[in-house]
């Protein structure tokens, strides 16, 4: 999960999900089509009567297949759909899961940027990630979102702003 604290001091929590949502998942005010891959939750976090934390659905993002935790710059949502194939048993064989999981059939990954108040996406990598990634995460720093493949191939996306010498 990740969380951020938006220009307007509101606290949000985003929660990866693989897959679609569960029949009782919470109802969310936006939403930007069917999600059968997966997607990106958006609560706010506000407070109850007795002033006790609780969860607001705000948004569900686009379909995104196989989402990690999220990285936030500027209210940007930065989240990598890791291309990973998460079936658990192949052919009958449980210890691809164990040892050789690289040999199963995989997809590209592909990172999005997302608009943090309503989920809409704004940009994607298309195709331009060539492999797929296994728990590998984001980091944001420097004008740039990086991410590592399977493979070690290392992806840099600037994010536009004036580099410093």
Do not use: C
Not at 10 to 28: D, I, Q
Not at 87 to 115: M, S
């Amino acid at each position: 999960m990740s969380s951020w604290q938006d220009s307007a001091g509101e606290v949000w929590l985003a929660v990866p999900v693989w897959g679609p949502p569960a029949p009782t998942a919470p109802g969310f005010p936006v939403r930007h089509g069917a999600v059968p891959n997966g997607s990106l939750m958006a609560f706010r976090v506000t407070a109850d009567a007795s002033g006790a934390p609780q969860l607001t659905p705000a948004w569900i993002s686009p379909d995104i297949a196989v989402p990690e935790p999220a990285a936030i710059a500027g209210g940007v949502v930065f989240v990598l759909g890791n291309g990973e194939n998460t079936q658990q048993v192949y052919n009958g064989d449980i210890h691809k899961l164990v040892g050789d999981r690289g040999t199963l059939p995989q997809q590209q990954a592909k990172l999005f940027a997302l608009d943090g108040r309503n989920g809409q996406r704004l940009w994607d990598s298309g195709t331009t990630i060539q492999d797929w990634t296994h728990f590998s995460g984001l980091a944001v720093g420097a004008d740039e979102v990086v991410t590592v493949t399977h493979s070690g191939q290392v992806y840099a996306f600037g994010l536009g702003g004036a580099r410093q010498p």
